[in-house]
């Protein structure tokens, strides 16, 4: 006798609540994230995130030994983390100053490893998923709020104008910190495109315009850059099933233009000592010629690098490498950086299947809205790490592994069996047509 599928609601249920501890444990890390706690409350260097993350960690893995099976799902660009991770492995002993490049890889490379494997992990239903988008978003739009009072105080600025994160850590330089907001700004239209309440949806608006607000007041040429293409990309995704986005995005850079007179053109101009454009692009070019300088004809250094955060050592200057592709190529090597590419390039695809494939479906509409959003960020940061050595922070792992996470949302979804005569509750758990 054939075991009856089981009902629509019972996998609505396991799906929502399988990991809740670890899940919870992955909100509030991504909170102490932006908000740095060591920063914010009289705790000295107490670790507490650290603490939260081996407890979060500890807590998933016994529940997932409990269930049994395979300790991990392995999508794809997964194992290109774990690539890179190996990779970055071997080259600290063999790097300039292991003592460095230890020290770096525990700080940063064991952390996105395991907060990317729990997010692919424990974020299993829509509803997760959109909600920790949102606290990203809220999250990093206090960052922002913090950041434009101390700019309005003429507090924590560098060369004297420009904006940096007001609780330091990975938003302290001003080029980052533009390329973290600008990669947010389309999570937050989404989020208020698809709020039915309407202060909601004024709230998530205000959060995208404080976000591109922080982003200005850093001065980046490269945060501009990034932002106006972005942006671009963004609303000729969404101008044909939102007509008015053209109108929005046009009176936004008239409103930038008029509250900030010759901004766009200043920009990019030196003044009072600082550095104009055509400087910085001479720096930078020096830079990219050091970079293979560096590696030289040495094959010990194209296939292992000069050590994780060892570049510094033979730059200019002592100065990292502005690029997170190069950063990649001489701190790790050539086969990482090729991993680091095959990374982002998966995770591009993955939102731009689900872009292409949900564009007509009007029930999926917020499904396709996210992936638009997703698209967008992770183009941002194609963008923005050409400029920036972001390579090991986590602006880009956020996005990617919601990529990952709604592709897998997706494919559960169309798994499920089909039942007459029962409509599902919500609907990404309706059987995919296709």
């Not at 990779?87 to 940063?108: K, N, Q, R, W, Y």
């Not at 510094?312 to 490498?321: Q, T, W």
């Not at 790490?385 to 949302?409: D, G, H, M, N, T």
Request: include cysteine; aromatic fraction near 12%; proline fraction near 5%.
């Amino acid at each position: 006798m054939s075991t009856p599928a089981p009902s629509i609601s019972a996998v609505r249920s396991s799906l929502a609540g399988r990991y809740e501890l670890a899940y919870r444990g992955l909100i509030l890390f991504t909170i102490l994230l932006y908000l740095r706690p060591n920063e914010l409350l009289p705790i000295g260097t107490f670790p507490l995130v650290k603490i939260l993350t081996i407890g979060t960690l500890a807590i998933f893995f016994l529940d997932k030994l409990g269930q049994g099976g395979p300790l991990s799902v392995m999508p794809q660009p997964f194992k290109y983390v774990l690539a890179i991770d190996a990779l970055a492995i071997v080259s600290i002993p063999l790097g300039l100053d292991p003592a460095a490049s230890f020290e770096s890889f525990t700080d940063l490379f064991v952390k996105i490893l395991l907060i990317f494997l729990l997010m692919i992990n424990v974020v299993t239903s829509f509803r997760r998923l959109r909600f920790i988008i949102e606290v990203v978003v809220v999250s990093a739009t206090i960052v922002g709020v913090m950041t434009l009072a101390d700019f309005a105080q003429g507090k924590n600025l560098v060369e004297y104008y420009r904006a940096s994160g007001a609780l330091g850590g990975m938003f302290a330089n001003p080029n980052d910190l533009a390329l973290a907001m600008n990669m947010l700004i389309p999570f937050a239209i989404y989020l208020g495109l698809m709020r039915r309440n309407p202060l909601m949806r004024f709230t998530y608006f205000v959060c995208a315009m404080l976000l591109g607000a922080t982003a200005v007041v850093t001065y980046s040429r490269a945060g501009f850059l990034s932002m106006v293409i972005g942006g671009a990309f963004f609303l000729a995704k969404i101008s044909r099933r939102y007509p008015a986005a053209l109108a929005v995005g046009a009176a936004g850079a008239l409103g930038l233009l008029a509250t900030s007179p010759g901004r766009i053109f200043t920009i990019f101009a030196g003044g009072d000592g600082n550095t104009s454009a055509a400087d910085s692009a001479s720096a930078r070019w020096d830079l990219i010629k050091r970079s293979f300088e560096a590696a030289g004809v040495n094959p010990f250094r194209w296939l292992f690098g000069v050590g994780v955060n060892n570049f510094h050592i033979v730059s200019n200057k002592e100065l990292v490498n502005h690029n997170a592709y190069l950063q990649v190529f001489n701190e790790i090597g050539l086969p990482a950086l090729c991993f680091y590419v095959l990374f982002l390039a998966s995770v591009i695809a993955i939102s731009a299947r689900i872009v292409k494939r949900y564009r007509r479906a009007r029930g999926y509409r917020e499904v396709w809205l996210m992936a638009v959003a997703i698209q967008t960020s992770l183009v941002v940061y194609l963008i923005g790490s050409f400029f920036a050595s972001v390579a090991y922070l986590w602006y880009v792992y956020y996005p990617a592994a919601f990529a990952v996470c709604l592709q897998q949302i997706l494919r559960q979804a169309e798994r499920l069996p089909a039942q007459n005569g029962v409509e599902p509750r919500v609907w990404y758990l309706r059987r995919v047509q296709h």
